[in-house]
């Protein structure tokens, strides 16, 4: 079944689904800037695009694009600045 979700007055769109091993969406996010609150482990692939991610315990933006992937801990925020239309896939433990 899909779950089709809507953030930030339609700017981050998600389709949440049963993988075949985790829980996973899929999505695009516009150009714009947001902060995420995290329940469960999630590791995010960028598909295709460019992000700027503030991690949960570092002072400073790191760059990620196409075919990057970082993780972000359970209970945790981080902030995502996106500087073009940008695809994602992740995964949630």
């Given amino acids: ?3 089709v979700n809507a953030y930030f007055e339609d700017q981050v ?6 993988g075949e091993n985790l829980a996973t ?3 695009v996010m516009s150009v714009g800037e ?3 609150g995290t329940s ?3 590791r995010m692939t960028v598909i295709d695009g ?15 694009v196409s075919g990057d992937k970082f993780e972000i801990a359970a209970d945790a925020s981080f902030e995502v600045r996106v500087l073009r239309p940008t695809a994602y896939h ?3 433990e």
């Fill in 1 to 3: 079944m899909l779950n």
């Fill in 50 to 64: 460019a992000l700027e991610v503030k991690l949960p315990g570092h002072d400073s933006f790191q760059s990620f």
């Fill in 34 to 36: 947001f902060a995420f």
């Fill in 25 to 27: 969406t899929v999505g």
């Fill in 90 to 92: 992740c995964t949630y």
């Fill in 13 to 18: 769109l998600s389709i949440a689904f049963q």
């Fill in 40 to 42: 469960q482990y999630e």
